[in-house]
């Protein structure tokens, strides 16, 4: 079998690749980070705040893996406990009472996986996301821009429109997952990538995502002017119109 | 014939039953030993120690609607492989075969206690009720046809997950799901979802725990992450009764564990003190 899949998995998950914090620097201006689910906890693994797109007001939130040891064990890797989606759905509210664009980034292996998720609710916490993102009125951009993992990336993905950086991977399990219920060997995680579809190449094929994001010098302008453009595009529509649009958005893929 | 023990059991205590469970003698319990007579368990639960046995979507229709009400929608409907996912197409046989269905979820109209009723049973026989493109349409358009004829929606989960055989077509079917559980909500309607063993992955994260009422059957396994990748993950055993029904109702995330003897008149009750008045 070809490569091309893995290398894209690798290369999603390389160390030294830029994290949700180093676009929402890079590309917005007054970021004022947000904390808090105000139930249970600060879940570090996702980071939320508002800040400036050019001189629109938005709200950004992203999944954070961090960079050095420390961040990403501080981080979780960035796999999210259900605080982590109930600040991100906070925080989203907030952008819809004010009318603001919301800009989210995802860079997760998946939700969290251990007993205290599970005791508060990781299940619960994500189908809230997504049954309560589908009819937010204010426009929602999503961009995977390492892992895309399965339920912890969608429940910050049900946008008007989903970018993927060209290195960026989004699928319904990891490689090893698949490779070892398939196979019963994780080792062919390079295989079992081929089989689910899950580079950004395949997933405009598949209308999954509207828009591929190269990566070069260039990444954070692109992504800069794309974003504006989308969110002045989203906020001029009739939110009736939006939301419809939203749900079709998703409503016509498996058929 | 025998309902074999699905592969990826997700730990389930859920022992096969034969299905033509009439013509046997006699069957043991998995849980207590008992031996028990066909008729002692016509609702499939052990009298001795309440142990559910698992059961396929048509007994469960025909122990929950009203007789002869039950009347199955998009039942044409067919996964394909549309990723050419290796072995997919012998997997989608072998379950047909096993299940007599054509996909894991079965959906239709019927009367539950002279209650209008839309529903939806999930098929554990059938790739482990994992939930592909059809499944995900078939529940979207039960809700929707709900919302437009002013309805609730009756639910019964019994899931590993997502299909992975479908990949990402798979993953968005939380987000359409789930949509279409919103429309359905936002006209006023009622969506009571009933956990059955097991329900966990992307149906947990979705329509399993998006509804207005969430009942378990007695200790069912719910939760997002099976118990097996959490061992695996922390590297340790699990305490006992974790991510059971009994668990999951102390954590507050369901609102009543109903035994499967009880569920027909629990779920007639609630179908009828939240009757709508309006009439669209
Ligand atoms: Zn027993």
Known sequence: MKPRAFEKVTAARAKGRLTSLDFINGIFSHFIEMHGDRRFADDKAVVAGVASLEHMPVTVIGTEKGHDVRERAMRNFGSAHPEGYRKALRQMKLAEKFSRPIICFVDTSGAYCGIGAEERGQGQAIAENLMEMMTLKTPILSVIIGEGGSGGALALAVADEVWMLENAIYSVISPEGCASILWKDSTKAKEASECLKLTAEDLLDLNVIEKIILENDATHAALKSGLLEAARKYKAMPPDALLERRYRRFRVIGM | ?280
Not at chain 2, 24 to 42: F, G, N, R, T, Y
Not at chain 2, 65 to 89: I, M
Not at chain 2, 118 to 143: D, Y
């Open chain 2, 1 to 280: 014939m025998r309902f074999k023990k699905p592969k990826n059991a997700l730990e389930g205590h859920g022992k096969p039953l034969p299905a033509d469970i009439e013509q046997e003698p006699s069957i043991v319990c998995p849980k207590c030993k008992k031996s028990l007579a066909a008729d002692e368990i016509k609702l499939r639960v052990c009298p001795y120690c309440r142990h559910h046995f698992q059961i396929n979507a048509r007994q469960r229709i025909h122990m929950i609607a009203d007789a002869g009400t039950f009347s199955e929608t998009d039942q044409e409907l067919t996964p394909r492989n549309l990723l050419d996912f290796p072995g997919y197409d012998r997997k989608l046989e072998a379950a047909r075969l096993q299940s007599a269905e054509r996909d894991s979820v079965v959906c239709g109209d019927c009367e539950i206690g002279g209650n209008q009723t839309a529903l939806f049973v999930m098929e554990p026989a059938f790739m482990m009720g994992s939930m592909g493109g059809v499944a995900g349409e078939k529940i979207a358009r039960t809700f929707e046809r709900a919302a437009e004829k002013g309805v609730p929606v009756v639910g019964f989960t019994a899931s590993g997950g997502a299909r992975m055989q479908e990949g990402i077509i798979s993953l968005m079917q939380m987000a359409k799901t789930g949509g279409a559980v919103k429309k359905h909500s936002d006209r006023g309607n009622l969506f009571i979802c009933v956990l059955t063993d097991p329900t966990t992955g992307g149906v947990t994260a979705s329509f399993a725990m998006q509804a207005d009422i969430i009942l378990a059957e007695p200790n069912a396994l719910i939760g997002f992450a099976g118990p097996r990748v959490i061992e695996q993950t922390i590297r340790k055993k699990l305490p006992a009764g974790f991510q059971r029904a009994e668990f999951q109702l102390e954590h507050g995330f369901i609102d009543s564990i109903v035994d499967r003897r009880r569920q027909k008149k629990i779920l007639s009750q609630l179908l009828q003190m939240h009757r709508r008045e309006r009439v669209i």
